[in-house]
């Protein structure tokens, strides 16, 4: 009885169905070990992707947010440029005459009297000079704030810099005016105006008018 199970297993060892089972159950437990490992590295691998990826991500968001305000920049410069253009050509006068001619009509319309008018132009820049107007304006309240603001809508660019009561004789108020416009550098310099006395130095400034001289002093 004892000796043939024992005499049954080692048939059983010898054959070579029994080692080819063995030797599918080694292979069996390699290939879930391998799988396991597989599954392991490419978890790790697709986590660091991932990482990577939306790192990748925000990298770009905050590379298009740093470029959203330059696009269209170029159409904006050209639209910028053609306001600068139309600005000059409308609203900058063309040389000193249209200036002083401009500054008279609005005179007669409004009903007062510019006297003591001197102009004088600042330092050139490199678009634009400053031409500057001092000069006392005599007339009625009414007929002086028609003027200044007939001068401050202009289509020519004024720009009312001061105006200081010099005097009051009844229904008469004289003021000192200054207004500045502006005119292109080579036309300034063509102008052969005087340069614009320091800020200070009023030796240059036209003085009040004397409300005891008489008409024509």
Known sequence: MTTKPATLWRERLTSPLTWHYAGFAVLMA???????????????????????????QIELKAKELQIAPLRGLDKRIQASRTQIFDFYKKRIPPNYSSIAFRVGELEVKSGVRLSRVQYTQGKPGSELT???LDSIITGSYPDIMRFVNSLERDQTFFVIKGVTLSGQQGGQVNLRLTVSTWLRPADAADSNLPATPEPGDDSARPAPPNPNAKEGE
């Open 30 to 56: 390699l290939v879930f070990v391998l799988s396991v490992r597989l599954g392991l590295d490419w978890m790790a691998t697709n986590g660091r992707s991932t990482d990577a990826l939306a790192g990748k």
């Open 130 to 132: 400053e031409i500057s």
